[in-house]
């Protein structure tokens, strides 16, 4: 195969999963045929950066697939070729890495991966977020909604700033992450991811009926936000208020409603926490964040909604 087609790929793996140059493989366990795990994973990962094995083999199972490639690789870089990922193979593999971060990774930045973007960088991320236990669509490269959901979900559960967007903090938390069970949707977990991904749009302008980061009303941020959840509510403020299920104990992601400037809803926001609530608000002109104790919204709280089962 024509490795050098794989370097930029091969040196970007290595940046965003920090691929650690010293360890000592002498004391790791031989990866062979029959094994799987987080390992073996990792291992076919480094293969298929370096041009040895297909993406749909990225699986963590040491099948017939693997093993010809890691005799392949024990071959060209003139290993005993027993299909063996022993010490000397898994040095081998690091040693060619590094080598070629030498080269490039001094000008090179940890890439930052979001909505709408596809290729291998994207493949790399899917992979490692699914091994950890968030991610669970298919590994195709696109980073689409579900990418999108696990990459929230990772932030959320690790501190980290809830935008969906994998940057260079995202990526190195990735390298330490442990693994988890099964995360499933629970309706509190996503509800907190809701909330979380409704303040990147912070500042983000009013603009009356609009839907988009470029301007949001108030209803229209809601429904633009729970959109990207795969959740479709009514677009109109007074329509969205009789949406879901009424709830008095509020939590992260449920609706709030207000009567404005006419009666009845006319003014929706997002439930963050802490007493506060995300709103596109056409007084301030932005989306911003108020305190439901604020003696206006107060006075004009009309109830909310929880539309995530």
């Known amino acids: 195969m024509k490795k050098r087609?794989?370097?930029?790929?091969?040196?970007?793996?290595?940046?965003?999963?920090?691929?650690?140059?010293?360890?000592?493989?002498?004391?790791?366990?031989?990866?062979?045929?029959?094994?799987?795990?987080?390992?073996?994973?990792?291992?076919?990962?480094?293969?298929q950066a370096q041009g040895?094995?297909?993406?749909?083999?990225?699986?963590?199972?040491?099948?017939?697939?693997?093993?010809?490639?890691?005799?392949?690789?024990q071959s060209d870089h003139s290993i005993d070729a027993d299909g063996i990922a022993g010490p000397a193979t898994m040095s081998a593999m690091d040693s060619l890495v590094s080598r070629e971060n030498d080269t490039v990774a001094e000008n090179s930045q940890p890439a930052v991966l979001?909505?709408?973007?596809?290729?291998?960088?994207?493949?790399?991320?899917?992979?490692?977020?699914?091994?950890?236990?968030?991610?669970?669509?298919?590994?195709?490269?696109?980073?689409?909604?579900?990418?999108?959901?696990?990459v929230i979900d990772f932030q959320s559960?690790?501190?980290?700033?809830?935008?969906?967007?994998?940057?260079?903090?995202?990526?190195?938390?990735?390298?330490?992450?442990?693994?988890?069970?099964?995360?499933?949707?629970?309706?509190?977990?996503?509800?907190?991811?809701?909330?979380?991904?409704?303040?990147?749009?912070?500042?983000?302008p009013y603009v009356y009926g609009g839907r988009s980061p470029e301007g949001f009303d108030c209803s229209g941020f809601a429904s633009y936000v729970y959109s990207h959840f795969g959740i479709e509510i009514p677009r109109a403020a007074d329509e969205q208020f009789?949406?879901?299920?009424?709830?008095?104990?509020?939590?992260?992601?449920?609706?709030?409603?207000?009567?404005t400037y006419t009666e009845g809803p006319s003014h929706t926001g997002i439930y963050i926490g802490d007493n506060s609530f995300i709103h596109s608000s056409s007084s301030g002109g932005q989306v911003i964040i108020t305190s439901l104790s604020e003696n206006y919204y107060s006075a004009r709280y009309l109830g909310a909604r929880r539309v995530v089962n």
């Open 114 to 150: 979001k909505e709408g973007m596809s290729g291998d960088n994207v493949l790399m991320l899917q992979t490692k977020l699914k091994s950890l236990g968030y991610y669970t669509a298919n590994l195709d490269g696109n980073y689409g909604p579900g990418t999108l959901l696990a």
């Open 52 to 73: 040895y094995i297909d993406p749909g083999v990225l699986d963590g199972v040491f099948g017939p697939a693997t093993l010809s490639a890691v005799i392949s690789f």
């Open 157 to 204: 559960t690790n501190g980290l700033t809830a935008d969906g967007i994998a940057g260079p903090a995202t990526i190195n938390a990735l390298q330490y992450a442990p693994a988890v069970a099964s995360r499933g949707a629970g309706g509190d977990r996503k509800s907190q991811m809701i909330a979380s991904y409704a303040e990147q749009f912070l500042g983000a």
């Open 242 to 259: 009789y949406y879901g299920a009424s709830v008095t104990q509020l939590i992260p992601g449920d609706l709030v409603f207000f009567t």
């Open 5 to 47: 087609n794989y370097i930029l790929f091969a040196v970007t793996f290595a940046l965003m999963f920090a691929i650690q140059t010293n360890v000592v493989y002498a004391e790791q366990l031989l990866l062979k045929e029959g094994m799987s795990g987080q390992a073996v994973l990792e291992m076919q990962t480094q293969l």
